[in-house]
């Protein structure tokens, strides 16, 4: 099947999931699709690049399946105008969709290999907006003011303490947080003065944050 094939059925049969789901905000379905999922997976996995699965990429990573990406950035609720820090940039895919709905995204990974691959795309589809950073995202991004919308896609074993200094009164996080070796949810905070209020969203499938590892790889 050609890629334009795959990305014209793929996409479709996307927005009728996502609008099962009740997701159906315009702005972001425009994103995704001008942000097409075929330059974003492995070669080998070009045909389920829509597909819900979760697909295996470089450096023992992995991206979300398409539903659940799409699902994340809707409950991030980004707006024009705001600043946004992706911890986690992976295959670069959600970063990219988020720098068509934001004014500027600062997405790190601790892997170099990916931070690299993920810029060669994002330069193809000509986002400026989204700076890329090989660094360790354990403490978030800290010397670079505060941010609307953080989103993680690294698993945290309690609440991170850096989003107090790091979120504007008003912005949320999204983070998966680990509640035993066999769960790990997504939680949204909202944050509100100098308190957060919590909201835990659903199970999801991500993989510890590692601190200090960006320094060797």
Known sequence: MKTGMIEKEGFAS??????????????????VEQTPRSQFVPPEFLEQAYS????????GAFMEGA?????????LKVKPGQRVLEIGT?????????????ERVISI????????????????????NVILRQADGSNGLPGEGTFDR??????????????????????VMLAPIILSEEQCVMVR????????????LFDVPYLPVIPKLAVHL
């Open 109 to 128: 990974d601790r892997f170099r290999t990916l931070t690299a691959a993920a810029q060669r795309r994002l330069d193809a589809l000509g986002l400026r």
């Open 150 to 171: 953080i989103f993680s896609t690294t698993a945290f074993p309690g609440v991170p303490r850096f989003m107090a200094e790091q979120l504007v009164s008003g912005g």
């Open 14 to 31: 996307l927005v009728l999931r996502l609008r099962a789901e009740g997701i159906s905000d315009i702005d972001l379905l425009t994103a």
């Open 189 to 200: 905070l909202t944050k509100t003065g100098s308190r957060f209020e919590r909201e835990d």
């Open 67 to 75: 539903d659940l990406a799409v699902r994340l950035i809707d409950r």
């Open 90 to 102: 992976g295959s670069g895919f959600t970063a990219g969709v988020i720098g068509r709905l934001a």
């Open 52 to 59: 819900s699965r979760t697909l295996p990429i470089e450096c």
